[in-house]
């Protein structure tokens, strides 16, 4: 059984700048979370895709937004890169909207902004 | 904004002792209380997990215990290793949105030899 597994692992930015990262979702699960976790802090809820759909999303700007393929894997994009954007981005996965149920993550992206 | 609180925010405890771990959350329309564990550089690891129709949750050296009236849950290591040196973390679903985990601050432990 594969995990869920994040591209790319670390990532330089400038500000303006926009980027795109990658998660493929544990065999079997259909739902993907992101989540942001700044250095010292716990994860924080950004959007839910299930089904392809977005399912959920916490208190992010619309310059956050995603997308999840038919084989369940997502994209998350963020654009016009901020300096508050530096974080450690980690998906989720999930079955049937996470409602209940175990998430499992990824090792996460590390997003620095200079 | 729902928030889940966490104490203490560090913990020291001899090779051997007791690590224990307190968390409130606030209501909540699901029922799924799971803790993790993060390495750094790494994910945070689902580590054990409790629906609270039922007090306590033991899974080899780790137990949860659970007071729904109270909406407080604990975390307790037996037999600390060095090994459980990590940060901990609690999380508890949101109230309207139950695939939406809301977590606390985390808790760093250190287990000396």
């Known amino acids: 059984e594969t995990g869920v597994t994040q591209s790319p692992t670390h990532l330089i930015k400038t500000r303006g700048q926009q980027v795109t990262l990658r998660c493929s979702s544990q065999s079997g699960h259909n739902t993907v979370s992101w989540y942001q976790q700044a250095l010292g802090q716990g994860p924080q809820f950004i959007f839910q895709?299930?089904?392809?759909?977005?399912?959920g999303r916490g208190n992010f700007p619309p310059r956050f937004s995603g997308l999840q393929f038919p084989n369940y894997s997502s994209e998350l994009n963020v654009n016009a890169l901020e300096l508050d954007d530096s974080a450690l981005y980690l998906c989720?996965?999930?079955?049937?909207?996470?409602?209940?149920?175990?998430?499992?993550f990824g090792d996460g992206t590390r997003l620095s902004i200079l | 904004q729902q928030q889940v609180k966490q104490s203490p925010q560090s913990l020291i405890v001899q090779k051997g002792g007791i690590s224990i771990i307190n968390c409130a959350y606030e209501n909540t329309a699901f029922d799924y209380f799971p803790w993790y564990q993060q390495f750094p550089g790494k994910g945070p690891a689902l580590l054990i997990a409790?629906?609270?129709?039922?007090s306590e949750k033991k899974e080899g050296r780790f137990t949860i215990s659970f007071n729904k009236s109270a909406k407080q849950f604990s975390l307790h290591i037996m037999d600390s290793q060095p090994g459980d040196s990590a940060t901990y973390f609690c999380?508890?679903?949101?109230?309207?949105?139950?695939?939406?985990?809301?977590f606390g601050q985390g808790t760093e432990l250190s287990v000396k030899p």
């Open positions: 895709y299930y089904r392809e759909e977005e399912n």
């Open positions: 989720a996965s999930s079955l049937e909207g996470g409602h209940n149920q175990p998430q499992h």
């Open positions: 409790i629906r609270p129709d039922v």
């Open positions: 999380a508890a679903p949101d109230y309207n949105q139950g695939g939406k985990l809301i």
